[in-house]
């Protein structure tokens, strides 16, 4: 099949590597436009723009749904792995198989554009992939296959990324044998779905009267980007790993004891494991505490 992806986070290397090397022609990557960072405005490419131009295959950056052209209609299939932006029904349409997207999470769980966070921050101890074909809602189209994952404790939303991107190319792989042998995929149970919205800053905020299993699993859900957030004494604190602590101690109050560092929350304690405070690098949360000194009844908002 002559196919295109449309994609722009670095979890869909592995499926564009797995194509590159298959009998079909990807002859195609659409990615998002290169974005300004920083205070300098620097335009920055899509981890997908970079591989494409790597592998020196065709890359198109449309602005938006409404600037794409026609070109579409001379192609079998577009995949779209996290690209980000709804597409009516009239892009959709163009190649002779439509679109199909690769999406992490078993869907209609966890709809939206945060699948492996959201799956984190609720503390889902499974989770996977499903392959379907986009329609013009959000994930709501029917399902060609899915793949299961189980999450072990202690793992962040990056690693959880990672992790099933890997399921990626199998996935892919059996879909398109589907699709070429004519099986059609299987509607959604709408009334099952759930949400999985983009994360929003304000949300990163710890409140640390919470339970202690609830902001370990906002911790790890934030990480690595952009981190849950606090304050010691005045100044940002990203919490960037934490684990369940069998100890206790009064909200909000830290403390240093035995190498460990602890937070009090409504439960039991949270030990912070790695942290970036403000304007440093990530370090451990020991050797933060050791530069700190906390003083007697000090706390962490």
Known sequence: MKIAVAASPEVAIPTLEYLRATKHDLALIISRPDSQVGRGRELL?????????????????????????????????????????????????????????????????LRGA??????????LTETGVTVFQLDVGMDTGPIYLQRKYLITPNTTAGE???????????????????????IKPTPQDHSLATSAAKLDKAEAKINWSNSAENIVNQILGF???????????????????????????????????????????????????????????????????????????????
């Open 45 to 109: 490419p899509t981890a997908v723009s970079n591989w494409a131009k790597a592998q020196g295959l065709e890359l198109y950056c449309p602005n938006k749904a409404a600037d794409f052209d026609d070109r579409l209609k001379d192609f079998d299939l577009v995949i779209t792995i996290g690209y980000g932006v709804l597409l009516p029904e009239y892009i959709l349409v163009q190649p002779k198989y439509g679109f199909i997207n690769l999406h992490f999470s078993l869907l209609p769980k």
């Open 114 to 123: 945060a699948p492996a966070q959201r799956a984190i921050i609720n503390g």
């Open 160 to 182: 959880l990324l990672a992790a099933l991107a890997e399921l990626g190319p199998n996935a892919i792989e059996e879909t398109l044998n589907a699709i070429e042998n004519g």
């Open 223 to 301: 990480a690595p980007n952009p981190g849950a957030t606090a304050k010691f004494r005045a100044d940002g604190l990203r919490i960037m790993r934490a684990r369940l602590s069998d100890q206790s101690l009064p909200v909000g109050h830290v403390s240093f004891t035995n190498g460990s560092v602890l937070v009090g929350t409504s439960t039991n304690a949270v030990e912070l494991l790695e942290v970036t405070p403000a304007g440093k690098r990530p370090m451990t949360a020991a050797a933060w505490a050791n530069g700190a000194r906390f003083a007697a009844g000090e706390i962490i908002e």
